[in-house]
């Protein structure tokens, strides 16, 4: 009976990749949102030293996926395609740890009711211009977190649910599947750098607002 479930709700997928996708996105962006508003009390109250802990581990994730990002690319590249396949399954679910994670850290970091601010230190000749520049790359990085999810959940979709020659004959995944591998790619670099930046280049303060 489970199996039957399990090929039953496969086939569904199959057959509304689309509707599958926005279904999921929608509940992402709800868990995220909901987290950053409070309305989820359901994280332990964190110290500084945990958060900070945190965003260290959550980088080592970020790094690794990066990595395993560009090696699925390569290997694609190269027609090694179980190889590719190995490399973004671990790829996503680096992602789903980092997203655990990162739940974690921003619902348990603030208090109740309160907002964490991190609040970049930039000194020396060049503060304005370093400044900036780790500003945009925030920008970006946020900006392509946020727009990549359902063109990376369609491309998993259509690889999960589809044949290696389907997806070469029957659906966008190649397309779709370079747009995705570039955008969450140079999305988890520009994290990793600014993470750099942030915690060994330069310092930061933790400052709370109540709203």
């Known amino acids: 009976m489970a199996t039957a479930d399990a090929s039953g709700a496969l086939a569904r997928v199959r057959r509304h ?9 929608v ?4 868990a995220v949102i909901g987290t950053f508003a ?20 959550i980088a080592v994730v970020n790094t690794v ?23 973004m399954v671990t790829s996503f679910a680096l992602i789903l740890v ?7 850290k921003v619902g348990g970091g603030p208090g109740e009711k309160q907002i964490l601010i991190e609040s970049t230190m930039f000194l020396g000749a060049y503060a304005g211009t370093v400044k900036a520049a780790y500003l945009g790359m925030l920008a ?3 900006f392509l977190s946020v727009v990549s999810v359902p063109v990376v959940l369609y491309a998993i979709t259509l690889a999960a649910t589809h044949s290696v020659e389907e997806l070469r004959s029957e659906t966008p995944h190649r397309k779709v599947g370079r747009i995705a ?8 670099s520009l994290g990793v750098v600014t993470y750099v930046l942030l915690n060994w280049v330069y310092t930061y303060e933790f400052v709370q607002v109540s709203y």
Do not use: C, D, M
């Open 17 to 25: 990749p689309k509707a599958t996708v926005a279904v999921v996105s």
């Open 27 to 30: 509940i992402g962006y709800v």
């Open 38 to 57: 409070g309305v989820f009390p359901i994280f332990p109250e964190l110290t500084k030293g945990q958060v900070n802990l945190l965003s260290h581990a």
């Open 65 to 87: 996926a990066t990595a395993s990002l560009a090696l699925g690319w390569y290997w694609i590249r190269q027609n090694e395609v179980r190889r590719h396949a190995a490399a």
């Open 98 to 104: 980092f997203l655990v994670l990162y739940l974690l």
């Open 140 to 142: 970006i990085h946020i």
């Open 181 to 188: 591998a570039g955008s969450w790619l140079l999305s988890l």
